[in-house]
């Protein structure tokens, strides 16, 4: 069974930065494309950005310039590295694979 767990979420100021990590427990990992994804209260899920086993890497619109995702093939991790943090990326981030493994989710809260 797949697990996924997501840490590093936390309280911040606008402008500050955090790093998500996401630990996956799965026999073969780089085969898989992993993504980030977030809820903000009262709205739908939405893709963050996503990375394949070879690191190429898309990102949302809103969060190009400011996030950046990264994966460790041999630690079956991934990241999501965040700066500039704006009150609109507040939300509970969760950890994607496969398009259907979802992690718990990891708070994020940024305060203007």
């Known amino acids: 069974q797949v697990q996924l767990v997501e840490s590093g979420g936390g309280s911040v100021q606008a402008g500050g930065s955090l790093r998500l990590s996401c630990a996956a427990s799965?026999?073969?990992?780089?085969?898989?494309?992993m993504a980030w994804y977030r809820q903000a209260p009262g709205k739908e899920r939405e893709l963050v950005g996503s990375?394949?086993?070879?690191?190429?890497?898309k990102l949302a619109d809103s969060v190009k310039g400011r996030f950046t995702i990264s994966r460790d093939n041999d630690h079956k991790e991934i990241y999501l590295q965040m700066n500039s943090l704006k009150p609109e990326d507040t939300g509970v981030y969760f950890c994607?694979?496969?398009?259907?493994?979802w992690g718990q989710g990891t708070q994020v809260t940024v305060s203007s």
């Open positions: 799965v026999k073969v990992f780089h085969i898989y494309i």
């Open positions: 994607n694979l496969g398009t259907i493994n």
């Open positions: 990375i394949t086993g070879d690191g190429t890497t």
